[in-house]
C-alpha cells in the first residue's frame, strides 16, 4: 500500500513539473530556435557550404512544390469536377488580384505564374513549422534574400511588361520632382518586405516556443494553428499582395497617356 | 550594461507599439465598416484596401517588435 503511494506521489510531482516547465528550462527552447549555426557542412570539393536549419526546410520546400503541384492538377477536365473547381477559383482569385493592381489581361497571363510561385514558396515553407521543421522565416538571411530577390524580379518584370521608356516614365511619375523619392521607394520597399515577413514569423516562433516550455499540454497546439497556420498563409498572401501592387503600380504608371488626358492636363496648366 | 534596463525598454517599445497600432487598426475599420454601411454596393473594393492599410499599419507594429527582439537577445 505505502509502495503505491509513493509511486502515485513520485508520479504527480513529475507530471506537475511537466505541466510547469515542460520538463527543461524556459530559455532552452528559446535559445535552441536562435542557434542559426550550420548543421552540418556540404563538401563539394572546391566549396564548402555550412547548411543551416533553414535551408533544410526550404531544400524540403522546394521538393515539396513539384509534387504539391502534380497533386492539384491531376486528371484535369473540361467539365470540372469539385475539386478541380476550388483550384480553379483559387487561380481565377489570383489573376483578378492581379488585373486589379493595373496589369491588363495579356501582362496577367505572364505575370500571375510568377506571383504564384512566391506565394506557394512562402507557403510551403510557413506551413512546414506545422511538423516542428521551423519556419524558414526564423532565421532572418531568408527574409532579406528574398525581398531582396523579389524587389529585383519586381523591377525586371516591370521593364519586361512595360518597356525600358516605360519603366524610366514610372520614375518620374506623377511630376519629375518626384524622381529621388521614387528612387527611395525601392530601397524601402525591400526592407518592409524583409521585416514584415521575418517579425511576424520570428514573433510567432518564439510565443509557441515559450507557451510550449511554460504550458506544454494543450495551448501551444491550439495557439499554434492560429499563429503558425493562419498567420503563415496570411504573409505569405500579402508578400504575394505587394509584389502584385509593386509590379501593376510599375506598369499603371508607365502607361503612355492617350492623346485626350494629355490635352486635359495641357489644359488644366494653362489654366 | 544592465539586463534589467533592457527587459524595460524592450517591454516599453513594443507596448507602446502595439497599443498605438491597435488604436490606429480600430480607427481605420470602423471607419470602413462605416461607409459599407452607408454604400454596400462598394463593400468589395473597401474591403480590399482596408486589409492593404491594416498590413501598413501592423508593419510598424512588427518594427517595433524586431527592435524589442533585437534588445532582447543581441544585447
Known sequence: MNGLQDFFSAFAREFIDKIKIGGRDISANIEELLDFSAVFTWDLGFVQIPVTKAMLNLFLTVLIIPFFCCFLSRRREVKAGKFQSVIETLLGL???????????EEQTRKFAPFAGAVFMYILVSNLLSVFSLEAAAVNPAFPIALALFDIICVIVWGIYLSGFTGFLR?????KAFMLPF?????????????????????????????????????????????????????????????????????????????????????????? | MDKGMIALGAGLAI?????????AIGTASGKAFESMAKQPEVSGKIQGLLLVAIVFIEACAIYALVVSLLLLFVF
Do not use: H
Open chain 1, 170 to 174: 514610372s520614375l518620374i511619375a506623377p
Open chain 1, 94 to 104: 489570383l489573376n483578378k488580384l492581379c488585373e486589379n493592381s493595373g496589369l491588363d
Open chain 1, 182 to 271: 521614387n528612387l527611395l521607394d525601392y530601397v524601402i520597399k525591400p526592407i518592409s518586405l524583409a521585416f514584415r515577413l521575418f517579425g511576424n514569423i520570428f514573433g510567432a516562433s518564439i510565443l509557441i516556443a515559450f507557451l510550449r516550455a511554460v504550458i506544454p499540454l494543450f495551448l501551444p497546439q491550439v495557439l499554434g494553428l492560429w499563429f503558425e497556420v493562419g498567420d503563415g498563409i496570411i504573409q505569405a498572401l500579402v508578400f504575394t499582395y505587394l509584389t502584385i501592387n509593386y509590379v501593376g503600380e510599375i506598369v499603371e504608371r508607365g502607361r503612355k497617356k492617350s492623346p485626350a488626358e494629355k490635352g486635359k492636363e495641357a489644359a488644366e496648366a494653362a489654366a
Open chain 2, 15 to 23: 507596448a507602446v507599439a502595439a497599443g498605438l497600432a491597435a488604436l
